[in-house]
């Protein structure tokens, strides 16, 4: 599967971005799919995971309450609406898929795909 996120961009502090990451193929409902991202000179980190159905959600405690993870399997489409960013927020945004069947979703070695990034900049 091909994975292509977008949506990144410049915000105040405070303010919203929705991303969005688009699946190639017709077995994206098949995929758990998460959201990674990596700020400079720092590590990879997990912010938010969706399973196949979106019945079940997880979020880093660094996002809970401010971001939301979905998906729109006729879509094949997996969506990150951020709201009240924080200059910390400021990174390249990764979406991934992770093949069945399904494993931990806050690690990145379970993911099998990835999107290009998309970079997010929050300004103060």
């Known amino acids: 599967v091909q994975l292509q996120a977008s949506g990144g961009g410049l915000v105040q502090a405070g303010g919203s971005l929705r991303l969005a990451c688009a699946a190639s193929g017709r077995t994206f409902s098949r995929y758990g799919m998460g959201w990674f991202r990596q700020a400079p000179g720092k590590e990879r980190e997990f912010v938010a995971a969706?399973?196949?159905?979106?019945?079940?959600?997880y979020y880093a405690d660094s996002v809970k309450g401010r971001f939301t993870i979905s998906r729109d399997n006729a879509k094949n489409t997996v969506y990150l609406q951020m709201n009240s960013l924080k200059p910390e927020d400021t990174a390249i945004y990764y979406c991934?898929?992770?093949?069945?069947?399904?494993?931990?979703?806050?690690?990145?070695?379970?993911?099998?795909?990835w999107g290009q990034g998309t970079l997010v900049t929050v300004s103060s």
């Open positions: 969706i399973d196949q159905s979106g019945g079940s959600i």
């Open positions: 991934a898929a992770s093949r069945p069947p399904a494993r931990t979703y806050y690690y990145s070695v379970n993911y099998d795909y």
